[in-house]
């Protein structure tokens, strides 16, 4: 059983402070990674991919990636109140060992709380 | 660039009806994938679908939940005799390949009651 765990939070910051989510995964064939923002009541919206070790950076936004400790993580600087969501992590992995068939697995995410 | 779209939007159904819940996906993407999403729980990968195969339906119910993605027309993921238990909301997301590389994007989902 292919397993995404992300700080179970909730995460509460003040506004214009950074915002630091977590997500651990355990198969290590998985291939890419992926952060969805949820508002409550909505769908997952795509805020970043990253598929590479290192820092991938977009406006406010940073993935950083480290396949060696199977952990991902996003920096959300300069928080803002809109940026309140439960965030999920998400991680493309083989379905099975040998298998060529793979899915998204995703983390029960984490509740962000930006305070004014 | 329409998004992808699902419908209806909100669906109750009494325990023994068939729920039927379509999903047309992004101009362009053919590759299909349906998710469940739990109250407090994460999204729940269900079944993989192209243009009139099904690739991969590991993560759904073996009775009572089929799904299809014809040549013409949406795609539809059909629950037979709901059950109380089915109650979730239920995302479509496509990709315009494979998703080793490629991101998924949601539609709105369908929120089933099961009354």
């Known amino acids: 059983q292919k397993e995404v765990e992300q700080n179970s939070g909730p995460l509460s910051v003040p506004e214009g402070a950074i915002a630091s989510l977590n997500c651990t995964y355990s198969d290590r064939g998985s291939q890419s990674f992926f952060w969805y923002r949820q508002y409550s009541g909505k769908s997952p919206e795509l805020i970043m991919f990253?598929?590479?070790?290192g820092d991938k950076e977009d406006g406010r936004f940073t993935a950083q990636l480290n396949k060696a400790s199977q952990y991902v993580s996003l920096l959300i600087r300069d928080s803002q109140p809109s940026d309140s969501a439960t965030y999920l992590c998400?991680?493309?992995?083989?379905?099975?060992?040998?298998?060529?068939?793979?899915?998204?697995?995703f983390g029960r995410g984490t509740q962000l709380t930006v305070w004014p | 660039n329409a998004g992808v779209m699902q419908n209806p939007r909100h669906l109750v159904r009494r325990r023994g009806q068939e729920a039927r819940l379509r999903c047309s996906p992004m101009k362009g993407h053919s590759h299909v994938y349906w998710y469940r999403q739990l109250p407090e729980e994460g999204l729940k990968f269900m079944v993989y679908?192209?243009?009139?195969?099904?690739?991969?339906e590991s993560g759904m119910p073996k009775e009572r939940f089929s799904a299809e993605f014809p040549k013409e027309g949406p795609s539809i993921l059909r629950i037979q005799q709901v059950v109380r238990g089915d109650s979730a909301a239920y995302f479509c997301a496509s990709s315009p390949r494979p998703s080793s590389s490629y991101e998924q994007y949601f539609g709105p989902g369908t929120r089933l009651t099961v009354t």
């Open positions: 998400a991680v493309y992995g083989r379905r099975d060992r040998g298998s060529t068939l793979g899915r998204l697995y």
């Open positions: 679908l192209q243009k009139e195969n099904i690739i991969d």
């Open positions: 990253i598929y590479s070790n």
